[in-house]
């Protein structure tokens, strides 16, 4: 009895010694990847993703790098290929014949069935390189000098990495609070969505949808780039496509609503925005004099940001025309939208409009007021039957002053706007104690 014992345990023990002698020989072709890097390595379920454990070496040069891997067991592995202990990774494209999606992750997959060579393949590729570029080389950078939570980490990721949250960092060695990274970004992609988030998406840049860097889809707002080679991208403020500045972060910018021509009841008149996460009855607009225009200051973001008007909370709120020059239509909603730059005080503006309740042809008319040539081209004229202007402003559709004219008794002034893009501007006039606007258009036809 004891003999057959000795014998099943010694055929076990042979088992799982033959089980552990698989060598697999892994191989990766490097001269399609234009970064730096030192030492490729291979990683993966077998090694416990450890980083450097195991690197390649290029014995003869030809920029083809080889890992023996031995003492392997049977069954599947899941691995990929990394460079310099996690300095860069492959992005491997999911559903190609290599690879195995699990959640956020993309791996490339080989069954163990025995000792191997495994073929040579590219860089973030399942196939031989074919001599040209298998990536195109990003570096991201991201200005946290204005970001005042608390993080360890900052990481940059997007469709590019299957949004995984710990795969690329970015750092900052020189301690300047700008942080970089290189990202190699599969050829196969000619445009990619990124936001940048910190510490495995415990927060995560909220940016704001029509913002020129955008691009939304489905209810999300993301970092867009289109790539045509390999790209620098200048540093961004957190949740902004601007650069930090050395200048005001902030602003302090009055609102103005001109209930007068309003039909419904309301207790208490509201400003909601992107700014205060759209709260409801959180900003309430004060009206002192009692003349139906109630008005708000608030320190906004130098940035761009949407807003409405509200009736006690959400009880009503601004209907406003999709295509109107003060507004952004931002999936199915439309709301107003204005340009941070510096403290500001916004024209009154009528319930749901663009423009002042005064905005009448009968108002403009009882101020002696004449705009012309509307549309123009170049510019246009305002001339006032009364003589005296006080000032002129003239706004973009974002709210920005794009021209300031100064008192004028002349009673006519000239505006040019041959530089101007073309689009809808609003004229607001003060004459003595009144004021009126008026919409022009900048036509780009002579």
């Not at 234009?34 to 390595?41: A, I, L, Q, R, V």
């Not at 890992?67 to 491997?92: C, H, R």
């Not at 939304?216 to 500045?245: I, M, Y």
């Not at 507004?327 to 510096?342: L, M, S």
Request: glycine share 8%; charged share 15%.
């Amino acid at each position: 009895m004891k003999r057959i014992v000795w014998c099943m345990v010694s055929g076990l023990l042979a088992l799982g010694t033959l089980e552990a002698q698989n060598t697999l020989t892994f191989q990766l072709d490097m001269n399609g990847f234009t970064g730096n890097f030192t030492t490729p390595e291979v990683n993966g379920t077998f090694n416990g993703w450890c980083g450097s454990c195991n690197p390649m070496s290029d014995p003869d040069g030809d920029n083809i790098w080889e890992a023996v891997i031995p003492n392997l067991m049977f069954g599947t592995i899941e691995y990929k290929f990394s460079y310099d202990n996690w300095a860069g990774q492959e992005l491997l494209t999911p559903g190609s014949p290599c690879t195995i999606t699990t959640g956020t992750f993309t791996n490339r997959t080989h069954t163990i069935s025995g000792s191997a060579t495994l073929p040579v393949v590219c860089w973030g590729s399942c196939s031989p390189c074919s001599g040209g570029p298998q990536s195109t080389n990003v570096t991201f950078n991201v200005d946290m000098r204005d970001y005042t939570q608390p993080y360890t980490q900052v990481f940059v990721t997007g469709d590019f990495n299957n949004w995984c949250g710990i795969c690329n960092e970015l750092m900052d060695p020189d301690g300047d609070s700008i942080y970089s990274g290189l990202v190699a970004v599969p050829i196969s992609f000619d445009s990619i969505l990124y936001k940048f988030e910190v510490d495995n998406f415990t927060d995560q840049e909220s940016l704001l949808a029509g913002d020129p860097c955008t691009f939304s889809d489905a209810g999300f707002t993301n970092r867009k780039l289109v790539l045509t080679g390999d790209t620098v991208v200048p540093a961004v403020c957190w949740g902004s496509c601007q650069s930090c500045t050395a200048g005001p972060t902030s602003a302090l910018v009055t609102f103005k609503v001109d209930m007068s021509t309003y039909t419904g009841s309301y207790t208490q008149i509201n400003l909601n925005g992107t700014f205060n996460n759209w709260c409801g009855s959180c900003a309430v607009m004060l009206d002192p004099d009692n003349d139906l225009i109630f008005e708000i200051d608030v320190t906004l973001p130098i940035d761009t940001i949407q807003y409405k008007f509200t009736a006690d909370g959400w009880t009503a709120d601004e209907q406003l025309t999709s295509g109107a020059p003060c507004t952004f239509t931002d999936g199915a909603f439309v709301n107003r939208i204005y340009n941070v730059t510096g403290d500001t005080e916004l024209p009154v503006v009528c319930w749901a409009r663009c423009d002042a309740c005064q905005v009448s042809l009968d108002e403009w008319a009882r101020m002696g007021l004449n705009l012309f040539p509307n549309p123009g081209s170049e510019g246009f004229t305002l001339t006032a039957a009364q003589g005296q202007i006080d000032r002129i402003w003239v706004r973009d559709v974002l709210g920005r002053t794009v021209a300031e004219v100064p008192a004028d008794a002349s009673g006519t002034i000239r505006v040019d706007a041959s530089s101007w893009p073309s689009g809808a501007y609003i004229v607001e006039v003060a004459q003595a104690n009144r004021r009126a606007s008026q919409i022009w258009m900048k036509s780009n036809r002579p």
